[in-house]
């Protein structure tokens, strides 16, 4: 079983940065951001494997970057230029098992974390 912990949500002004964390216990293969706002389905940002191997849902694009620190274990999103459709709360993800490229639907993954808001106001 995989614990994570989120930290670093907040508010932020359109157009400013924000990054979030998320501490991992173990070492899962695949790992992610996903985010859901009210009334709305969990949508994905992005995955990354343990190699740095990066994949950006379209929509995604430009604004998000996901990273993984492996000597601290932690998962990273940093949002720049942050608009104010990017509120919601935002939650990291991982599972384990090797993939070839790691799986973007949610429902793949089996690990979550308790999820941080997020808040970009106009």
């Excluded at 949500?9 to 996903?34: I, N």
């Excluded at 999103?77 to 459709?85: G, M, R, T, V």
């Excluded at 308790?114 to 106001?121: D, E, L, M």
């Amino acid at each position: 079983q995989v614990r994570l912990v989120e930290s670093g949500g907040g508010s932020v002004q359109t157009g400013g940065s924000l990054r979030l964390s998320c501490k991992v216990s173990a070492f899962p293969y695949c790992m992610g951001w996903f985010r859901q706002t009210p009334g709305k389905e969990r949508e994905g940002v992005a995955v990354i494997d343990p190699v740095g191997s990066a994949q950006y849902e379209d929509s995604m694009k430009g604004r998000f970057t996901i990273s993984f620190d492996a000597d601290k274990t932690t998962l990273y999103l940093d949002l720049n230029n942050a608009k104010p459709e990017d509120t919601a709360v935002y939650y990291c993800a991982a599972r384990v098992g090797y993939f070839d490229v790691c799986p973007r639907r949610r429902d793949m993954y089996t690990n979550w974390g308790q999820g941080t808001q997020v808040t970009v106001s106009s």
